[in-house]
T-cell receptor, first 113, second 114 residues
Framework: SQQGEEDPQALSIQEGENATMNCSYKTSINNLQWYRQNSGRGLVHLILIRSNEREKHSGRLRVTLDTSKKSSSLLITASRAADTASYFCAPDMFSGGYNKLIFGAGTRLAVHP | ETGVTQTPRHLVMGMTNKKSLKCEQHLGHNAMYWYKQSAKKPLELMFVYSLEERVENNSVPSRFSPECPNSSHLFLHLHTLQPEDSALYLC?????????????FGDGTRLSIL
């Protein structure tokens, strides 16, 4: 499939630890986006990294992109209980005349106090 | 508050009912989307609208009928649904369809088909 595939499917850590989630995809992309979803809520955009960028930071988030390996990673440093959520990567590909996000099934992150 | 409001938040309906889901965005965006989210499956893109014109119908059964009367409102009309249609239906918007655009999501409508 063309979608982003996150790894691991689930991750359980203690507060203060770092959380790393990985994403692989199969097509050429314009950018790759990461989203967070809290239980019972919609997706919230976290960060967008363009295909010509290798690393991007936003607060405690660090995203890397390796287009040669078609992979990305999301690192959350010094995690907090409030970071408990599902995280989705979404490769953005141009198809059918517009940019389309192809979501994976997500990584469920649990941060324990 | 994401700027995208979906109503109702929860909906239970029988297979023979007709209902509609509503999405409204207050962001001045030109593109709107419907997604279906089923348990442990990737989000499925259903429909895409740009400036009230449908640009994508991702092989969605005709029992789902979208409507976009203006760039701020998007509806999903439901008719004769099946149990496998039970899911979270998410609406999203973006500034436009092309370019490096993040999408802004509503909180979804949790649909249960009896």
């Amino acid at each position: 499939s063309q979608q982003g595939e996150e790894d691991p499917q689930a991750l359980s850590i203690q507060e203060g630890e770092n959380a790393t989630m990985n994403c692989s995809y199969k097509t050429s992309i314009n950018n790759l986006q990461w989203y967070r979803q809290n239980s019972g809520r919609g997706l919230v955009h976290l960060i967008l990294i363009r295909s010509n960028e290798r690393e991007k930071h936003s607060g405690r988030l660090r995203v890397t992109l390796d287009t040669s390996k078609k992979s990305s990673s999301l690192l959350i440093t010094a995690s907090r209980a409030a970071d408990t959520a599902s995280y989705f990567c979404a490769p953005d590909m141009f198809s059918g005349g517009y940019n389309k996000l192809i979501f994976g099934a997500g990584t469920r992150l649990a941060v324990h106090p | 508050e994401t700027g995208v409001t979906q109503t109702p938040r929860h909906l239970v309906m029988g297979m023979t009912n007709k209902k509609s889901l509503k999405c409204e965005q207050h962001l001045g965006h030109n593109a709107m989307y419907w997604y279906k989210q089923s348990a442990k499956k990737p989000l499925e893109l259903m429909f895409v609208y740009s400036l009230e014109e449908r640009v994508e119908n991702n092989s969605v059964p005709s029992r789902f009928s979208p409507e976009c009367p203006n760039s701020s409102h998007l509806f999903l009309h439901l008719h004769t649904l099946q149990p496998e249609d039970s899911a979270l239906y998410l609406c999203a918007s973006s500034v436009r369809l092309v370019g490096n655009q993040p999408q802004h999501f509503g909180d979804g409508t949790r649909l249960s088909i009896l």
